[in-house]
């Protein structure tokens, strides 16, 4: 019998492809006698509330479709070779997103981390486990990005031992790149803050043949962008699984060329003794990441965009209607990309700290969570809304405003 010491240094070299999906051997059906369903966030005292913020990892993202929670309560039946999983998984997602190659990871930021160990190590397995120590390796270890995207997702990059360098002008990448740079990094959200657009980027890296990436993790929708910067060159993009997608929080997806994904595999799980080994992604996440990409591209956006723009008007409205209190709807560029409610109002007339508002609409039954914004204003968000509660948080927010009228 094989032991765990033995099984792990066996799958540090373990293929890629290989395994078969079996079939239910174990039936625990009957063994556990079932009642009502339990629930347990009452039974433990956690707030449940109306999300009308939007997809923030610290408010559990998003809420899966009923689709994508059978899929995870099915495939948790059956005991699946991880890598087959992923591979078959990979093999669509790619399909979908016009990229060569794709394997689902631990969220957005676990696939900057593995894309760009894949860069580093290529397919050498000392390399792999010597990350992130590069000293006397022969990897580089240098990663270029601009000055107005290092926001602190770039802890994500240096968890591989590289370090940052950052550069504001095209004159200043092109003087940057040396011996030691593994890859220039985007941040998509953070593309208005810096020089160099995105075809640059690309064109730059081609040039001096060094790999890109590009960090899209809450630019869906548009949907288009889930292929679009595939198209467009990059080398590595990576996404959310979590956000508007409504896949596990806990899965992402790295996409691009081939020969880099099958790299930064060596990294992830079921492989030990490598940086990636804690941020395992189980079959269920894996197939449930798939179902909802699949049915996030097969969607009718032109309709989901009417329904939020309902809300938001419902909303509106209300809000509007009470003396002092002002509305504006805008849709971000980048990041979030979806009508976006602003209510405003004048201190002068509604006596009401934003503060106080929020939390009034966080103790009150149902609980709401908006988000606080400058000078006596809110945001609001409807898409993760389910079907009527645009009517509960309308009539709260007026509430509460009305409650303030000087």
């Known amino acids: 019998m094989i032991n765990r010491r033995d099984l792990i240094k066996h799958l540090s070299t373990f293929p890629l492809i290989g395994g078969f999906l079996g079939q239910s051997s174990f039936d625990t059906a009957g063994l556990i006698a079932r009642g009502p369903a339990r629930n347990i966030a009452k039974e433990l005292g956690i707030r449940?509330?109306?999300?009308?913020?939007?997809?923030?990892?610290?408010?559990t993202g998003s809420l899966m479709q009923d689709e994508v929670v059978e899929t995870i309560q099915g495939a948790s039946k059956?005991?699946?070779?991880?890598?087959?999983?992923?591979?078959?998984?990979?093999?669509?997602?790619?399909?979908?997103?016009?990229?060569?190659?794709?394997?689902?990871?631990?969220?957005?930021?676990?696939?900057?981390?593995?894309g760009l160990a894949g860069v580093l190590t290529g397919m050498d397995?000392?390399?792999?486990?010597?990350l992130p120590h590069?000293?006397?390796?022969?990897?580089?270890?240098?990663?270029?990005?601009?000055?107005?995207?290092?926001?602190?997702?770039?802890?994500?990059?240096?968890?591989?031992?590289?370090?940052?360098?950052?550069?504001?002008?095209?004159?200043?990448l092109e003087k940057a790149i040396n011996e030691k740079t593994a890859m220039l990094w985007f941040l998509n959200i953070q593309a208005d803050l810096g020089q160099i657009k995105h075809e640059k980027f690309v064109e730059i890296g081609k040039k001096n043949g060094i790999p890109t990436m590009i960090d899209m993790a809450a630019?869906?929708?548009?949907?288009?962008?889930?292929?679009?910067?595939?198209?467009?060159?990059?080398?590595?993009?990576?996404?959310?699984g979590g956000k508007a997608m409504r896949g596990p929080q806990s899965a992402g997806i790295l996409m691009?060329?081939?020969?880099?994904?099958?790299?930064?595999?060596?990294?992830?799980?079921?492989?030990?003794?490598?940086?990636?080994?804690?941020?395992?992604?189980?079959?269920e996440e894996i197939l449930g990441m798939y179902v909802a990409l699949d049915n996030f591209v097969k969607m009718d956006h032109k309709k989901e965009w009417k329904m939020w723009e309902d809300r938001i008007s419902h909303i509106s409205n209300a809000a509007k209607s009470v003396a002092g209190v002002s509305t504006e709807v805008t849709v971000p560029e980048l990041g979030n990309h979806t009508p976006t409610l602003k209510v405003s109002w004048d201190s002068a007339k509604v006596s009401l700290p934003v503060k106080v508002l929020q939390e009034n609409l966080r103790k009150g039954n149902p609980s709401i969570e908006i988000m606080p914004a400058e000078n006596n204003s809110l945001t609001i968000?409807?898409?993760?809304l389910k079907s009527g509660e645009e009517k509960i948080v309308a009539s709260r927010l007026k509430e509460e405003l009305s409650k303030a009228v000087v």
């Open 256 to 283: 691009g060329k081939k020969h880099l994904i099958e790299a930064a595999r060596l990294s992830m799980p079921p492989r030990g003794s490598t940086i990636g080994r804690g941020m395992k992604v189980n079959k």
């Open 381 to 384: 968000t409807a898409w993760m």
């Open 219 to 240: 630019d869906v929708p548009p949907v288009e962008n889930l292929w679009k910067f595939n198209d467009m060159g990059f080398d590595l993009v990576c996404v959310s």
């Open 125 to 130: 397995q000392k390399k792999v486990e010597a």
């Open 48 to 59: 449940t509330f109306i999300n009308a913020a939007g997809t923030y990892t610290f408010m």
């Open 78 to 114: 059956d005991f699946m070779i991880l890598d087959e999983v992923q591979t078959k998984v990979g093999e669509k997602i790619a399909s979908i997103c016009h990229s060569e190659a794709a394997v689902v990871t631990a969220g957005c930021f676990s696939a900057l981390t593995l």
């Open 134 to 172: 590069l000293e006397g390796t022969g990897m580089k270890s240098e990663v270029i990005i601009q000055k107005g995207h290092n926001i602190g997702y770039s802890h994500a990059l240096t968890n591989t031992g590289c370090k940052i360098v950052q550069v504001e002008t095209l004159e200043e």
